[in-house]
Every structure is written in structure tokens, then in C-alpha cells.
T-cell receptor, first 116, second 110 residues
Framework: GAVVSQHPSWVICKSGTSVKIECRSL??????MFWYRQFPKQSLMLMAT?????????EQGVEKDKFLINHASLTLSTLTVTSAHPEDSSFYIC????????????FGPGTRLTVT | RKEVEQDPGPFNVPEGATVAFNCTYS??????FFWYRQDCRKEPKLLMS???SGNEDGRFTAQLNRASQYISLLIRDSKLSDSATYLC???????????FGTGTSLTVIP
């Protein structure tokens, strides 16, 4: 159990275009999902917390107008990178928590974004 | 001071060796602790939660020292397949925020 999927797993796009990444909890409902970004040889950095039915909570320094998050259902959250630039190239990972606050998170397989 | 700190390593150990990692956290009120494993270019996978009384899962033992504010992970009889980056994760309260260490790189050598 506790499977999280992400789509796409790999995407290359041109500078200035937008990319949407989907995160799904396959066998549980997730009121809260998390979006992380990881640059090579660095730790995961939390970008935002996605709450079903309400606005996402963004971490300091993360532009909410650039990284649009929608959590329309208890099993789906989407992250849209708008007007992508090469510096947005990174590994984007979502996670979801099946249980109570403070419990373990399960991660999606990640999406590798390359902006040319 | 960072919320969670780990020695990045790398740790290079021979097969069969015992290796231990420590991770310190800054918030004494932290409630939940986890060890995750991350392989190169993959997502982190939960290895084990860390309980106050310590817990063991096969060759892996996790311990919590609240007085000194650190958690540890002990791997016995290391296998080649244990080569990965081990992430320490701390939830400082019962809310949503999790803090990740930078990870400790382990390579098990034949």
C-alpha cells in the first residue's frame, strides 16, 4: 500500500513554456500532499504544501505565481511550472501522507524537468 | 543552525561491515523521526520510523536520543545493495512540516 505516482517522469521543454506535473495517491486518500525540488547532490527542498480544497502554502522564496499548485481531489495534486526557464531544471518530487499529521510520507517517483 | 544536520560522508565500507550514521536535530520538541533511503536519481523511500524506545528491522537498527537530540541508524552485515544516500527526516511538531537532512552517502565495496 501507500503508493504515489507522478506523471510525467521525464520532460524536456523550451524556455518560456509551461509544464504540468501530476501527483496521485493510488491506494489512499491524501488531504495533504507536498511538493519538493532537488538539485543534483543537494537535499530535498520543500516548495509547498498542497491542501485539498484550499490554497497551497508556499515556502519562503518560492514564487506562487510561477509554481501553480492545484489539489482538486483527495488523490490528485498538480504542479504547473509556468514560463519555465533553464534554472527551473530540477528533479521535482511529490509526497503524500496516508495517516495523521506527523506520520511518514510516501514519495512519488519524481519528475525530471529539463528546460532548454 | 539547520533544523537537521547529517554528516554527508561519503562512507565507504567493505561488504559485511557494520556502519552507523548519526543525525542531529535542533528542535527539542520534535515529535516524529524517520530514516529514508534514496538511490541515485530516484525518489526517497521510507526505510524505517524511529521510535523512542529504539527499533530494529532485520539488519537495521534505529535509535533516538532525546537528551542529546540525535537519531542514529546502524546497519549490520552491509550488503552491496545498501549503497545509497540515507536521509534523516524530522517532524518538529504534529503539523505538516518535515525537515530533511542533506543525506549521508554510503558505498559498500565488494
Amino acid at each position: 500500500g501507500a503508493v504515489v505516482s507522478q506523471h510525467p517522469s521525464w520532460v524536456i521543454c523550451k524556455s518560456g513554456t509551461s509544464v504540468k506535473i501530476e501527483c496521485r495517491s493510488l491506494d489512499f486518500q491524501a488531504t495533504t500532499m507536498f511538493w519538493y525540488r532537488q538539485f543534483p547532490k543537494q537535499s530535498l527542498m520543500l516548495m509547498a504544501t498542497s491542501n485539498e480544497g484550499s490554497k497551497a502554502t508556499y515556502e519562503q522564496g518560492v514564487e506562487k505565481d510561477k509554481f501553480l499548485i492545484n489539489h482538486a481531489s483527495l488523490t490528485l495534486s498538480t504542479l504547473t511550472v509556468t514560463s519555465a526557464h533553464p534554472e527551473d531544471s530540477s528533479f521535482y518530487i511529490c509526497s503524500a501522507r496516508p495517516g495523521l499529521a506527523g506520520g511518514e510520507q510516501y514519495f512519488g517517483p519524481g519528475t525530471r524537468l529539463t528546460v532548454t | 543552525r539547520k533544523e537537521v544536520e547529517q554528516d554527508p560522508g561519503p562512507f565507504n565500507v567493505p561488504e559485511g561491515a557494520t556502519v552507523a550514521f548519526n543525525c542531529t536535530y535542533s528542535n527539542s520538541a520534535s515529535q516524529s523521526f524517520f530514516w529514508y533511503r534514496q538511490d541515485c536519481r530516484k525518489e526517497p523511500k521510507l526505510l524505517m520510523s524511529v521510535y523512542s524506545s529504539g527499533n530494529e528491522d532485520g539488519r537495521f537498527t534505529a535509535q533516538l536520543n532525546r537528551a542529546s537530540q540525535y537519531i542514529s541508524l546502524l546497519i549490520r552485515d552491509s550488503k552491496l545493495s545498501d549503497s545509497a544516500t540515507y536521509l534523516c527526516v524530522v517532524n518538529p511538531n504534529t503539523g505538516n512540516q518535515f525537515y530533511f537532512g542533506t543525506g549521508t552517502s554510503l558505498t559498500v565495496i565488494p
